[in-house]
């Protein structure tokens, strides 16, 4: 069940991530020149519509049908977003993330069912008109069908937020969402569930809080702040480095192996974002668009104008909320605990597995190309990438390639797939042939040592 949710989760970021980039953008042009903006300007404020009700759908509908049925996918399902976005008066993100997906798996078994079946010579003819018979056909179905169907589902969302701020119990969304993040799917419920949900409200009043609910630096940092002061062995020699990259770098994935080390630190997250909530509510905070990373440079980037002081106060109040549970829950219950300890247990689980994740064939000293992946191929990927990258110079080894990607979009010619356990089985699946090394942290895996002493073996550089 709880792969399930997971691979669902990945999909659905997968289709916004990487077009975080046109959500910032229509993010600071709303900032900047809507009539309440920082500078309004009339002529360019009319640009926020168009980008927010078809530039954006638009995108993810290409994206997802890229995932499932790559070029031609992505093409027929932009079609298919179109009939969406032209039914629905309100922006049609959610609609999207169904349309583009249908559309690529729609074109695939077509493609599928013809394969071999095509005349020489009609190849060109075949592609052209499938892909505009079957996007008109998705596109009709989506604007008569799926398009009421999706405003409903939006309106009954709506509604259930509603409730809960009519009551008050909006914070309590903190309980479920820490500790789904702490189970990496912190991407998943902030770009596929909060990010909509957010540009919508956005579109209505120029903010929302829904941004800060997952990307909010807080907890994180309070929870590492409390293993500077009351931690042991590495976990505290290593809290200040994962500290000021999750702060003010934004990966948040690095908290998460600290509160794995003590579960009970959940409850400090938990308390920590369920204030945050609290504050931007009652005051009015939040931010114009994603804050990606979620650090806290980008939070304050998407800002608006006369919010500082409700989202600073909900960053810190959360930090300090987190830290100070997190520094008695450590006395009382995290003694024992030791990050040495839980990298040597995660060092001894992948000893055991490595006969069934590596090819017999593989020469690591002839290793030339090597790929971190995970979900987006940003944030986490990136940031191990750089530190392997720092571990082979220092080592004199630099004419090795280290790259990132997502996970889907792994390069066939890899020889070394650096990933998150989590994805080890979906990595391995994309590029049989390529050594998978499986970590749980990032920033300070062990495993990173061993690779670099490995293939310094290989080529006899003992």
């Known amino acids: 069940m709880k792969e399930k949710v997971q691979s669902t989760g990945r999909f659905l970021s997968g289709m916004v991530m990487p077009n975080i980039g046109a959500f910032i953008a229509w993010g600071?042009?709303?900032?900047?020149?809507?009539?309440?903006?920082?500078?309004?300007?009339?002529?360019?404020?009319v640009m926020v519509g168009p980008m927010l009700k078809y530039l954006l759908p638009l995108l993810i509908g290409y994206t997802g049908g890229k995932i499932v049925g790559d070029t031609r996918g992505a093409v027929v399902g932009a079609i298919a977003t179109t009939g969406i976005i032209i039914g629905a008066d309100?922006?049609?993100?959610?609609?999207?993330?169904?349309?583009?997906?249908?559309?690529?798996?729609?074109?695939?078994?077509?493609?599928?069912?013809?394969?071999?079946?095509?005349?020489?010579?009609?190849?060109?003819?075949?592609?052209?008109?499938?892909?505009?018979?079957?996007g008109g056909l998705l596109a009709i179905a989506c604007y008569l069908g799926i398009s009421p169907l999706c405003v409903a589902i939006t309106n009954l969302l709506a509604a259930g937020v509603g409730v809960l701020v009519t009551h008050g119990l909006l914070p309590t969304v903190g309980l479920l969402v820490e500790p789904a993040k702490v189970l990496f799917l912190n991407n998943a419920i902030n770009h596929g569930i909060f990010t909509p949900m957010g540009i919508e409200q956005t579109a209505e009043i120029g903010k929302s809080l829904f941004f800060m609910i997952e990307s909010n630096p807080g907890p994180g940092a309070g929870l590492l702040l409390a293993y500077c002061l009351t931690g042991k062995g590495t976990a505290k020699s290593s809290a200040p480095g994962a500290f000021i990259i999750h702060f003010f770098g934004g990966i948040h994935e690095l908290y998460?192996?600290?509160?794995?080390?003590?579960?009970?630190?959940?409850?400090?997250?938990?308390?920590?974002?369920?204030?945050?909530?609290?504050?931007?509510?009652?005051?009015?905070?939040?931010?114009?668009?994603?804050?990606?990373?979620?650090?806290?440079?980008?939070?304050?980037?998407?800002?608006?104008?006369?919010?500082?002081?409700?989202?600073?106060?909900?960053?810190?109040?959360?930090?300090?909320?987190?830290?100070?549970?997190?520094?008695?829950?450590?006395?009382?219950?995290?003694?024992?605990?030791?990050?040495?300890?839980?990298?040597?247990?995660?060092?001894?689980?992948?000893?055991?597995?490595?006969?069934?994740?590596?090819?017999?064939?593989?020469?690591?000293?002839?290793?030339?190309?090597?790929?971190?992946?995970?979900?987006?191929?940003?944030?986490?990927?990136?940031?191990?990438?750089?530190?392997?990258?720092?571990?082979?110079?220092?080592?004199?080894?630099?004419?090795?390639?280290?790259?990132?990607?997502?996970?889907?979009?792994?390069?066939?010619d890899v020889e070394v797939i650096i990933t998150h356990e989590e994805l080890k089985n979906r990595a391995g699946s994309a590029v049989p042939t390529a050594r998978v090394v499986a970590i749980k942290n990032f920033m300070g895996a062990p495993e990173y040592d061993a690779l670099v002493q490995e293939i310094q073996n290989a080529r006899g550089k003992n």
């Not at 249908?102 to 190849?123: H, M, N, Q, T, W």
Request: proline share 5%; net charge neutral; glycine share 10%.
């Open 28 to 45: 600071l042009i709303t900032a900047f020149f809507i009539p309440t903006g920082w500078i309004p300007n009339e002529t360019i404020a």
């Open 90 to 134: 309100i922006p049609m993100f959610f609609g999207a993330m169904i349309a583009g997906p249908i559309g690529g798996l729609c074109i695939r078994y077509f493609d599928r069912s013809v394969e071999g079946k095509i005349p020489a010579g009609f190849e060109m003819l075949v592609n052209n008109f499938s892909s505009g018979i079957v």
């Open 256 to 412: 998460f192996p600290y509160v794995l080390m003590n579960p009970i630190l959940i409850v400090a997250t938990m308390a920590g974002n369920i204030a945050s909530i609290f504050v931007l509510q009652t005051l009015g905070g939040g931010l114009i668009a994603a804050a990606s990373p979620g650090s806290i440079f980008a939070e304050l980037m998407m800002t608006p104008k006369g919010g500082y002081a409700a989202n600073l106060l909900a960053i810190f109040l959360s930090m300090g909320v987190t830290f100070l549970l997190s520094v008695v829950l450590l006395r009382i219950f995290g003694k024992d605990a030791d990050l040495e300890e839980s990298q040597a247990r995660v060092k001894a689980m992948k000893a055991e597995a490595k006969g069934t994740s590596a090819p017999a064939a593989l020469n690591m000293g002839s290793v030339r190309k090597i790929v971190f992946a995970c979900d987006a191929g940003m944030g986490s990927s990136a940031m191990g990438a750089t530190t392997l990258k720092k571990k082979f110079k220092d080592a004199g080894i630099e004419d090795i390639e280290i790259s990132h990607s997502p996970v889907s979009e792994v390069p066939q």
